[in-house]
């Protein structure tokens, strides 16, 4: 787990850099905060940014801090969840909190004290996590890493259109351990460990299909992936990848940052 852990902290400094004017195209802005910063993260992140507020979590709890004052952040409150809590991922007024038995949704109609609104319970496992306005999908792995008792390898593809009633869309089972992931439109970018970044098809994978896959990037062991500005940027065992996605079905690696360089 201290491997794991070191992953995440390296991810989370990659997602911290990334401060744009939203993090999602699409995204919209807190109301009372037209000119605020969102922070555009990866999916194994626990630190985001969102409008004014930084969220935090550690294994059991939402940590919430004020940096609409950057040179003064001030801490909030602390949200209890429970315990086996993973990763945090913005989108539009959400909050989606992985923990190794379910993703809760919690909302943040006021971002100083956010909400539960929904909470879908998967099985035991190390569970990566994304949305968008109607679906959620959640990387399910058991092994080294986790050392759960049963092997899992499969992505949860959840219906959240009724976001306090989530309900399972679809399983789809891989071959390898998925990771952290990304999507663009009907693109789910999922990061497999030694077997690289695999681009499934999402309308492919809902209608139960075996083999969804799009495409492939090979030669890397790769941990998250976020897409940001026409770019595909992938976090991995020896460093830090940009690629060029233009040709979904010949993506090119445009630079590197690897270790002990």
Not at 142 to 156: A, F, G, H, M, Y
Not at 180 to 197: A, E, I, K, Q, R
Request: aromatic share 12%; net charge negative.
């Amino acid at each position: 787990m201290r491997k794991y852990h070191i992953r995440s902290l390296i991810i989370i400094i990659v997602a911290l850099g990334f401060v744009v004017s939203c993090s999602k195209d699409s995204d919209e802005s807190f109301s009372d905060s037209k000119n605020a910063t969102e922070g555009k993260s990866g999916s194994t992140a626990r630190i985001v940014i969102k409008g004014d507020y930084l969220y935090a979590v550690d294994n059991n709890s939402l940590k919430v801090v004020d940096i609409s004052t950057p040179s003064n952040p001030t801490y909030i409150r602390t949200v209890e969840i429970e315990q086996g809590i993973e990763t945090i991922y913005p989108f539009k007024d959400y909050l989606f909190i992985g923990s190794n038995i379910g993703m809760y949704a919690y909302g943040l109609t006021d971002p100083t004290n956010p909400q539960q609104l929904s909470y879908f319970q998967h099985i035991t496992a190390c569970d990566p996590v994304i949305a968008n306005d109607s679906l959620a999908f959640v990387t399910l792995r058991n092994n080294e890493v986790c050392n759960r008792w049963q092997d899992t390898r499969q992505i949860d593809i959840i219906n959240i259109e009724n976001i306090t009633s989530p309900f399972l869309e679809m399983t789809y089972f891989t071959n390898s351990y998925p990771y952290g992931l990304d999507m663009l439109d009907t693109l789910l970018f999922v990061c497999h460990g030694s077997d690289g970044v695999i681009v499934y098809d999402i309308p492919t994978m809902i209608k139960g299909y075996n083999n969804a896959e799009v495409s492939a990037i090979t030669g890397l062991t790769a941990f998250d992936a976020i897409i940001w500005q026409n770019k595909l940027f992938v976090i991995g065992e020896s460093g830090f990848y940009q690629y060029d996605y233009s040709n979904i079905y010949n993506i090119k690696l445009i630079s590197s940052i690897l270790k002990n360089q």
